[in-house]
C-alpha cells in the first residue's frame, strides 16, 4: 500500500488485512477496511500493483439478493462476475466491494419491501419515494479512502452510472475513462433495466 499518499489521521476508515484470494476468475488479493461511519467493513479485491495511474476499477454496491442468490430482478451478480473476470484478465485492477450499500443504501428489508411494490406495479424510483427514501442513498467516501491508501491516482471506471461518475469526482477520484459494464437483460429484469436509463440517466443501450 501507498507510503507517499498521506492519509488524514481523523478518517473513520482504516485497513484491516490483506491475504491471496484464488477464485475461479484468477488470484486475487483481498484486503478488508473498517468503516467506522456505516459500521461495516468492506473488502477489496484487487490484481497486480494497482499504485498509480489508469487503474481498472469497479466500485459494487453490495446486493444480497443479486450477488449471492441469482437473483434474476436486478444485473449485480452478472456484473459482479463481469467485473472480477475483466481485472483477472487485464492483470492489474481492483473491486471494491461497498458493504452497507445494500438498495443502494436502504438496506434489505426495505429493498424487499421495494421489491412488493414493484410486484404492484411502480418502478425502482417510484417505489424507493413511496417508502419515504431518496431514489439513492449511497455515499462512496470510504471508496475515495481505499484508492488514496492502495497509491491509487486515477481510473479507469468500470459502470454505466453517471452519478457515480460525478459522486467519485466531487470526492476528488479523478475518472480518467469510464468503460460500459453491460450484462445481457432477462425478461425479470427488463423493466429494471429501462427505468435505469430512463429514469436515472444510465448509458444502457
Ligand atoms: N432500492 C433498490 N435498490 C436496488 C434495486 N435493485 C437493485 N438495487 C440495488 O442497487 C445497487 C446497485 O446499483 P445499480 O443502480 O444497479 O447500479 P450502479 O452500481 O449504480 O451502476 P453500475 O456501476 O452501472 O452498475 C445494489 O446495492 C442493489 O442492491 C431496487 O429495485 N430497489
Ligand atoms: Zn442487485
Request: aromatic fraction near 4%; charged fraction near 20%; hydrophobic fraction near 40%.
Amino acid at each position: 500500500m501507498s507510503d507517499t499518499l498521506p492519509v488524514p489521521a481523523d478518517t473513520p476508515f482504516v485497513r484491516g488485512h490483506t491475504a491471496r484470494l484464488p477464485t475461479r476468475h484468477g488470484d486475487f488479493s483481498i484486503t478488508s477496511y473498517r468503516d467506522a461511519q456505516l459500521q461495516v467493513e468492506h473488502v477489496v479485491m484487487h490484481v497486480g500493483d494497482v499504485a498509480g495511474e489508469a487503474v481498472l476499477m469497479r466500485i459494487h454496491s453490495e446486493c444480497l439478493t443479486g450477488d449471492i442468490f441469482g437473483s434474476l430482478r436486478c444485473d449485480c451478480g452478472p456484473q459482479l462476475e463481469l467485473a472480477l473476470q475483466r481485472i483477472a484478465l487485464a492483470g492489474r485492477g481492483l473491486l471494491i466491494y461497498m458493504r452497507g450499500h445494500e438498495g443502494r443504501g436502504i438496506g434489505i428489508t426495505e429493498k424487499l419491501k421495494a421489491y412488493t411494490l414493484q410486484d404492484q406495479g411502480l418502478d425502482t424510483v417510484d417505489a424507493n419515494l413511496a417508502l419515504g427514501h431518496a431514489a439513492d442513498l449511497r455515499r462512496f467516501d470510504a471508496a475515495a479512502f481505499i484508492l488514496q491508501d492502495m497509491g491509487v491516482r486515477s481510473v479507469r471506471l468500470l459502470s454505466n452510472n453517471p452519478l457515480k461518475v460525478l459522486a467519485l469526482e466531487e470526492l476528488g477520484i479523478v475518472v480518467q475513462a469510464r468503460q460500459p459494464h453491460e450484462v445481457p437483460s432477462n425478461p425479470e429484469n427488463a423493466g429494471y433495466l429501462r427505468t435505469k436509463r430512463d429514469r436515472m440517466g444510465h448509458w444502457l443501450g
